[in-house]
């Protein structure tokens, strides 16, 4: 008997499942993977868009027939998760399911903050968590010969921890290179207590150091209010007004519609078990950026693409003994994950462990050089390839 697995999302956990479930399930069985594009952009080349040593031409990736191997890949827009009747409601119609997979990542919602879009709409005010975004951030900082550039965090969670600082020090490089930096300040402004709080306080004094270094305020604990564009100020929670000349934010996050009015959790995100993925719902698992994951220190997993690569193996096998396939490996996420750090000068720092350690997350930061930012480079043009020939690392 076929069984209709239902994969939703095309992002790093979407496309790593499809590729895991093809390991542990029969050909008979249908695999579907739903997503409303076609294209995909990983998270480290936006940041490479914001900087300008990538064209939007080089980063984007189409998947191919060959590379989704035996998995329908449908163009839809996914509108309900009927969990009671096993079936989800898209713009392409209803698709009934046995296992189903939910890896619709985090949706940006600027409107959250006031004030947000009309900075946008005056041109005062940028974001790189989209490829068009990080292209014009990219321009309107090249545009930039003297002031503020405040880069300001406006909500957690948010997708890659190290982003708000990689933009800053990404910043002051370019502005280095466009010979304005000596005429430009360059802060940060963040309701962190410090940068990447969940991988402990010595690799966030690390990140301090090296925003110090290039001459980067660092200000922790501030709660942006509001934005006014007019004035072009940020209005923080304690009343204080932070004038710039440009805004570079990263947007406040939430989870999809369809997954928020799931009623899974009060947030939005998606509860799931750390080993196994699985969430409340039997024959439901969630990974990447839509999961939720409490560490042993009560800070959430972070939000990166690393762990839904990882996560995909645990999810894979946890469908596969679902139905049946007891040959299928037992599902287990480790917690291992690494980020790279880029600090500009085409050199890159990297942080790397285990954050399922039951003392807290246990994160080494290694020292900036050009052999992570190449090996960074590296991770990018490997997925790249092996979605459009599809050929993949063992």
Not at 13 to 23: A, D, I, P, Y
Not at 152 to 162: D, E, G, N, Q, S
Request: aromatic letters at 6%; a negative charge.
């Amino acid at each position: 008997m076929r069984r209709n697995i239902l994969v939703l999302g095309a992002g790093f956990g979407g496309l790593s499942t499809v590729r895991e479930l093809q390991k542990h399930v029969a050909p008979h069985d249908k695999i579907t993977l739903v997503d409303r594009s076609d294209s995909q952009v990983q998270g480290l080349s936006l940041l490479w868009l914001l900087r300008g040593w990538r064209a939007l031409d080089q980063v984007q990736l189409v998947p191919t027939k060959d590379a989704l191997g035996r998995a329908e890949h449908v163009l839809a827009e996914v509108e309900q998760l009927d969990l009671a009747a096993r079936q989800v409601r898209t713009s392409q119609g209803e698709f009934p399911y046995d296992a189903l997979v939910v890896a619709l990542g985090a949706e940006l919602n600027t409107g959250a903050v006031p004030g947000l879009d009309e900075a946008l709409t005056a041109g005062v005010a940028a974001h790189y968590y989209t490829p068009e975004a990080a292209v014009d951030a990219h321009t309107k900082l090249k545009g930039v010969t003297s002031g503020k550039v405040v880069f300001l965090v406006t909500r957690i969670p948010f997708k890659c921890p190290a982003a708000p600082y990689e933009g800053a020090m990404l910043t002051s490089d370019l502005l280095t290179e466009t010979g304005v930096r000596d005429n430009v300040s360059v802060d940060v402004y963040t309701p962190e207590p410090q940068p990447m709080p969940v991988a402990g306080p010595v690799v966030g004094q690390g990140v301090v150091q090296m925003l110090q270094s290039q001459k980067i305020g660092f200000h922790p604990g501030r709660q942006v209010a509001s934005v006014d564009a007019a004035s072009r100020e940020v209005v923080f929670e304690d009343g204080e007004r932070v004038s710039f000349d440009l805004l570079v934010f990263i947007p406040p996050h939430q989870a999809p519609a369809p997954v928020k009015e799931a009623a899974l959790s009060p947030a939005g995100w998606i509860p799931v078990d750390a080993g196994t993925l699985g969430t409340m719902v039997d024959g439901v698992w969630a990974l990447g950026d839509v999961a939720s994951i409490t560490l042993a220190n009560g800070k959430p997993l972070p939000k990166a693409a690393v762990f839904a690569k990882g996560q995909a193996e645990a999810v894979a096998a946890g469908v596969a003994r679902h139905l049946g396939y007891e040959q299928a490996p037992e599902p287990h996420f480790s917690g291992d994950g690494h980020c790279y750090l880029e600090i500009g000068a085409h050199l890159a720092a990297k942080g790397e462990g285990n954050f399922y350690h039951p003392d807290g997350p246990k994160i080494e930061l290694s020292e900036p050089s050009e052999e992570l930012h190449r090996a960074k480079e590296l991770e990018e043009q490997q997925w790249l390839s092996e979605w459009t020939t599809g050929k993949h690392d063992a």
